[in-house]
């Protein structure tokens, strides 16, 4: 099992910066890919970015490519989310999200471990 815990999540003005971390316990962090996720009220949650176990792979959603970058530290059980260039379209719930293997995936089903998400809100 894995528990996940997101925090740095706020308000921001456009164009500005936020950075989310997501804190991992459980299951051997090294042995699976991260991913983050966002739902805005009345969307569907979708893909922002993902990282594979080693944080060589990363893949990034077009809306955000250029913009954010994700990260891992394994020997903090941490992954990071660096949102600069915020824009008011970025405003939702971000989810941290675990994977089942250790490829960074974009399919919500692959990942069976989710948090409880951090409202991120931009102001525009």
């Known amino acids: 099992q894995v528990l996940l815990v997101e925090s740095g999540g706020g308000l921001v003005a456009a164009g500005g910066s936020l950075r989310l971390s997501c804190a991992a316990s459980?299951?051997?962090?090294?042995?699976?890919?991260m991913g983050w996720f966002r739902q805005a009220p009345g969307n569907e949650r979708e893909f922002v970015a993902a990282v594979s176990w080693s944080g060589r792979s990363t893949d990034y959603a077009d809306s955000v490519k250029g913009r954010f970058t994700i990260s891992r530290d394994n020997a903090k059980n941490t992954v990071n989310l660096q949102m600069n260039g915020v824009k008011p379209e970025d405003t939702a719930v971000y989810y941290c999200?675990?994977?089942?293997?250790?490829?960074?995936?974009?399919?919500?089903?692959?990942?069976?471990?989710w948090g409880q998400g951090t409202q991120v809100t931009v102001s525009s």
């Open positions: 459980g299951r051997s962090f090294s042995s699976y890919a």
């Open positions: 999200a675990g994977a089942a293997g250790r490829l960074a995936e974009r399919v919500r089903d692959k990942y069976p471990y």
